[in-house]
């Protein structure tokens, strides 16, 4: 989809810029906009959708299948919805309302837009194989599979607010900060070295091949120098370090991780590998699992309540399809419930 001329229809810059609709909602710009247009092509098109589910019974029950449908889901919607605002709030989420709603009007739309697409095929099994048990558990089966993909999205929606750490609560790096060492500037006398100390450098021919600083007294490589004498070897020469290991005269606290000494020798920390984590380096954990926010949990909680909010008002709100036995009624008593209707239904198939 091109930039200069931008879809009229709102399902297609769903589907084809998706990234572009989270990040509208993560900024919160123009979302009124936005979900007024998610809610008026979602309204179309579930009214198409009741048509045709009532044009089994008769025009009447089409008239009003189409006018119930789009009922269905907005109620639903306005049931729900401050539930989902309420989980996030009180678990440190920083949703608005209208972030909140954009995000389950894109579920909605994206629903009712799979709904009518399969409009046809369900046209089609109406007019071949006129069967009223047939007919009804093909319609369930349609609008089951559009709501799993529809709540595909609004999952998808708030893993990319959670990426932008808007599920989890507001937390200060002052404590991590505080802990932190200090660095030290390149060329300063570390506290612990006496004022006095020179530093000597280790022969290009010592063991190991590697130049180490080592810190020693002024006065004693004076008095080495003026009798003229070379420096001791046993000062001027650490023990090599081990791969991956801070040299012996390096503090522990400046390696940011604990003493050689601490471990058996050739050996590191545990899962910590020489090779990734030279000495110096803040250490990394690897393999830690990852906490899954709690909004993020709670967001399978909601999407199970709003199903069952969902199919219960569906059976209070019925006929959608009309039972060619029976006379047109607006409303039928509630009596039993739409798990035991679609069970009696198949039994009956």
Request: aromatic fraction near 8%; include cysteine.
């Amino acid at each position: 989809m091109s930039g200069d001329r931008p879809s009229p229809l709102v399902i297609e810059r769903i589907l084809r810029d998706r990234q572009g609709i989270w990040q509208q909602i993560v900024a919160e710009g123009d979302l009124n906009a936005l979900t007024g247009r998610m809610l008026a092509s979602s309204a179309v098109a579930l009214a198409c959708y009741g048509a045709v589910l009532g044009a089994f019974h008769s025009p009447l029950m089409a008239l009003t299948s189409a006018l119930k449908l789009p009922l269905l889901f907005l109620v639903t919607l306005a049931i729900c919805l401050p539930t989902l605002y309420l989980f996030n709030l009180v678990f440190g989420a920083r949703l608005s309302v209208r972030q909140s709603l954009a995000l389950v009007m894109v579920a909605i739309t994206v629903t009712s837009m799979l709904a009518v697409a399969f409009a046809p095929i369900s046209l089609f099994f109406l007019i071949t194989a006129p069967d009223y048990g047939f007919f009804k558990l093909l319609n369930v089966a349609i609008l089951t599979l559009s709501a799993l993909v529809g709540l595909r999205f609004l999952t998808g929606g708030m893993q990319v607010l959670n990426d932008h750490g808007l599920l989890a609560p507001a937390t200060s790096n002052a404590p991590a900060q505080a802990h932190a060492p200090a660095a030290v500037p390149a060329g300063a006398v570390p506290a612990t070295v006496p004022a006095d100390a020179v530093p000597a450098t280790v022969p290009a021919g010592s063991a190991g091949g590697v130049a180490e600083p080592v810190a020693v007294p002024a006065g004693a490589a004076a008095a080495s120098t003026a009798n003229g004498g070379a420096p001791d070897a046993t000062t001027a020469t650490p023990a090599p370090a081990a791969p991956g290991q801070a040299p012996a005269h390096v503090p522990a606290q400046w390696s940011g991780q604990p003493a050689a000494a601490s471990f058996p020798p050739g050996m590191m920390p545990p899962g910590y590998p020489a090779a990734q984590r030279p000495w110096g380096t803040p250490p990394v954990r690897r393999g830690e699992p990852t906490q899954r926010p709690a909004s993020m949990t709670l967001l399978y909680i909601w999407i199970l309540l709003f199903g069952f909010v969902g199919t219960q008002l569906a059976w209070t709100l019925r006929p959608f399809f009309g039972d060619p036995d029976k006379d047109f009624s607006l409303f039928r008593s509630i009596d039993g419930n739409f798990y035991a209707e679609i069970l009696r239904t198949i039994a009956n198939l």
